[in-house]
């Protein structure tokens, strides 16, 4: 089945350190990929949709300077977390899916925890 | 605007009882509706999708959900539930109008009793 592989699953970091989250899709081409947040005990918050070789497209209220996005490739999305700060702790996961179709699952990564002190 | 609640923050079931995990949706077309699961610290992984076709759907580890187009639902079901299904529940809604935007609800924390 499709696999999507997300590095670092964790990060332990000091304020004002900026960190870059891969997510790569390793057998099959992503054309979207999906960043999402997630808070303890709460539902995933969609950060950003990315198509490959375009501009992300970020939800209301997500800063684009402090989480930048990247989809070079059609298997591979970066976000880079900025300054990060202890409030931009949290639970992140990647999503892809392959095809511009809405009937097709999306497959996820592990997430990354990141921790900033 | 499409969206998708699920009511039961929690629900608590003895092994070997069938399972129920609820969800209800609002589309402005024809849904798209999916039942991922997510185990502590890790991603999630897809169980099932409804398309089209029959209202009855079978997915991964034995789950099955049955699609309710009158009272939009699309609820989750498996006949015996085993202690390691204990885990997190996402229901979640695309509609065939609204491009590529997934919805997702807010999680049912499955506890399966030995």
């Known amino acids: 089945g499709a696999v999507v592989s997300q590095h670092p699953s964790w990060v332990i970091c000091k304020s004002g350190t900026s960190v870059k989250i891969e997510c790569r899709s390793l057998?099959?081409?992503?054309?979207?990929m999906f960043w999402y947040r997630q808070f303890p005990k709460q539902s995933l918050m969609l950060m950003a949709t990315?198509?490959?070789?375009?501009?992300?497209?970020?939800e209301q209220g997500v800063e684009k300077d402090k989480f930048l996005i990247n989809h070079a490739s059609l298997t591979l999305s970066t976000l880079t977390v900025t300054s990060a700060h202890p409030e931009d702790s949290s639970f992140y996961i990647c999503s892809a899916r392959e095809q511009r179709h809405p009937n097709q699952p999306q497959h996820f990564g592990d997430g990354t925890r990141l921790s900033i002190l | 605007a499409q969206s998708v609640a699920q009511p039961e923050d929690q629900v608590n079931v003895a092994e070997g009882n069938p399972l129920t995990v609820k969800c209800t949706y609002s589309v402005s077309g024809n849904p798209y509706l999916f039942w991922y699961v997510q185990y502590p610290n890790r991603g999630l992984q897809f169980l099932l999708k409804?398309?089209?076709?029959?209202?009855l759907v079978k997915g991964s580890y034995g789950f099955e959900a049955e699609f309710n187009k009158s009272q939009t639902s699309f609820h989750l079901k498996k006949p015996s539930a085993l202690v390691s299904d204990s885990a997190l529940y996402f229901c979640a809604v695309r509609d065939d109008g609204g491009g590529f935007k997934t919805i997702f609800g807010a999680g049912t924390r499955l506890f399966v009793k030995a």
């Open positions: 990315s198509n490959e070789g375009s501009k992300a497209t970020y």
């Open positions: 057998d099959f081409q992503a054309t979207t």
């Open positions: 409804y398309i089209t076709g029959d209202n």
